[in-house]
C-alpha cells in the first residue's frame, strides 16, 4: 500500500511528473523541536543536479510543512508537508508512451492497473523517495534526543569495493566527496568510473552500507516483526534495490560457528549497559531483537535501468521496437540513495521504539 509503519507511519502521495510528491506522517510525539532547516538539508542531499556525476535535472525539492507543527514543535497531530515538483521535461518521454522500456516498472504497471504514466514513470520513480526524506528526517529528530544515530555511505561502485568492517573507515569524511564514500582515494576511483560509465550512455550499481549507533536492548519482536526483517523489507522498498544482509550477511555462510559467534562479557566500564559481546559478527540483532551493539546492514542496487543507447524491447502489442531515452538520468543512484537508506532506517528505529514505549 501507500502506506510504511505501525505507530510512526508514512503515507505518500504523488508522480514523478504531477503536481508534487508529498505525505503525512502520523504518530509523531508531541513537543518535539521541528528543525525545518535540518529536513530541507536533508532533501538537499537527496535532490539531482549535485553534481556531474547524477542528474543534471534541477529541482529545488523545498519542502512546505502544511500542519501538526507549531512555534517549532511537533503537536502530536498529523504532518502534511508537499515538495512541488518544478522542473519536469515531460516532452522527453513522449517516445516511451507506447513502448515498455527494459528492467522498468512499465510492463508490469501496465499489466495490472491497464495504464500507466510514462513520464518519467509516474508513481514507480525515485523521485517519489522525495517522501521517504521528509519522513525519516522527522524520525531523525525524535532519535536524536534518544541518543541514536544513522549513518549511512556508498561501500561499492561496480567493482570498486570498501572494507567490509566499518570501523575502518572515518565516517564524518562521507559528505566530502560526490559518491559520498569515507575513503577519498576509493571516492575518487568511484567518481571516475562513473564518469566514464555515463558517457558511455550506460550505468553502474553498488552497495550502501548503514550503521546504527546507540539502540537499546530490546527493539523488535521475536517472531514476524524480527528488526531485522523489518529493515529488510525497508530498504528492499527502496526503488532499485536487489539484495539486503545484515551483519556479516553471507559471508558467515562459508564461516564455521566457532569463528563467528559473538561471545558475551561482563563490561561494568561500558555506560548503561554492563554485558557486551566481543565480537559482533550478528550485526547487532539476536533473535530478531536488538542487542544494544551497533547494528549495520549492507544494501545492494542495481544498475540505473536507463540507458542513453539503443535498446531493443516491445511495444504495447507486443511488437519489436528499439528504444533510445532522452531526458536527464543518474548513471548511478548510490550518491543519492544514501539519504533515501538512512531515512528508511530511522523510520524502522524509531516506530520500534514506539512500540517498546521507550521514548521521552
Not at 505501525?6 to 528543525?35: R, Y
Not at 575502518?168 to 559520498?180: F, G
Not at 559473538?262 to 563490561?267: P, T
Amino acid at each position: 500500500m501507500n502506506t510504511f509503519g505501525k505507530l510512526f507511519t508514512l503515507t505518500t502521495f504523488g508522480e514523478s511528473h504531477g503536481a508534487a510528491i508529498g505525505g503525512v506522517v502520523d504518530g509523531m510525539p508531541a513537543g518535539i523541536d521541528i528543525d525545518l532547516g535540518f529536513i530541507q538539508q536533508e532533501l538537499n542531499r537527496r535532490r539531482p543536479g549535485q553534481s556531474k556525476i547524477t542528474t543534471s535535472r534541477q529541482e529545488p525539492d523545498q519542502v512546505e510543512l502544511l500542519s501538526g507543527v507549531f512555534e517549532g514543535k511537533s503537536t502530536g497531530c498529523p504532518i502534511g508537508f508537499i515538495v512541488r515538483n518544478e522542473n519536469q521535461h515531460s516532452g522527453d518521454y513522449d517516445n516511451l508512451r507506447s513502448v515498455f522500456r527494459p528492467s522498468h516498472a512499465d510492463f508490469t504497471y501496465q499489466s495490472k492497473y491497464g495504464l500507466r504514466d510514462h513520464r518519467g514513470g509516474g508513481r514507480s520513480s525515485a523521485r517519489i523517495t522525495i517522501s521517504r526524506v521528509v519522513g525519516g528526517a522527522l524520525a531523525k529528530l525524535a532519535l536524536q534526543k534518544l541518543g541514536v544515530s544513522i549513518h549511512a555511505y556508498t561501500s561499492q561502485v561496480g567493482p570498486i569495493v570498501l572494507d567490509r568492517d566499518y570501523r575502518r573507515y572515518d565516517l564524518s569524511l562521507t559528505e566530502q566527496n560526490a559518491v559520498r564514500c569515507p575513503d577519498p582515494e576509493k571516492a575518487a576511483l568511484m567518481e571516475q568510473l562513473i564518469s566514464e560509465v555515463k558517457s558511455e550512455g550506460d550505468t553502474i550499481g553498488g552497495v550502501i552500507t548503514c550503521v546504527v549507533k546507540g539502540c537499546p536492548v530490546g527493539l523488535g519482536e521475536p517472531e514476524f516483526d524480527k528488526l531485522h526483517a523489518v529493515l529488510g523489507s525497508a530498504m528492499l522498498s527502496i526503488n532499485a534495490v536487489k539484495g539486503f544482509e545484515f551483519g556479516d550477511g553471507f559471508d558467515i555462510a562459508a564461516r564455521r560457528g566457532s569463528e563467528v559467534n559473538d561471545l558475551f562479557v561482563c563490561n561494568d566500564d561500558h555506560p548503561g549497559r554492563r554485558i557486551t559481546t566481543v565480537t559482533n559478527h550478528s550485526g547487532g540483532i539476536q533473535g530478531g531483537i536488538s542487542n544494544g551493539e551497533d547494528i549495520y546492514f549492507r544494501v545492494a542496487f542495481k544498475p540505473v535501468a536507463t540507458l542513453l543507447r539503443p535498446q531493443e524491447t516491445v511495444d504495447l502489442q507486443g511488437r519489436p521496437a528499439t528504444l533510445t531515452a532522452r531526458g536527464r538520468h543518474d548513471p548511478c543512484v548510490l550518491p543519492r540513495a544514501v539519504p533515501v537508506v538512512e531515512a528508511m532506517a530511522a523510520m524502522v528505529v524509531f516506530d520500534q521504539f514506539l512500540s517498546m514505549n521507550r521514548v521521552f
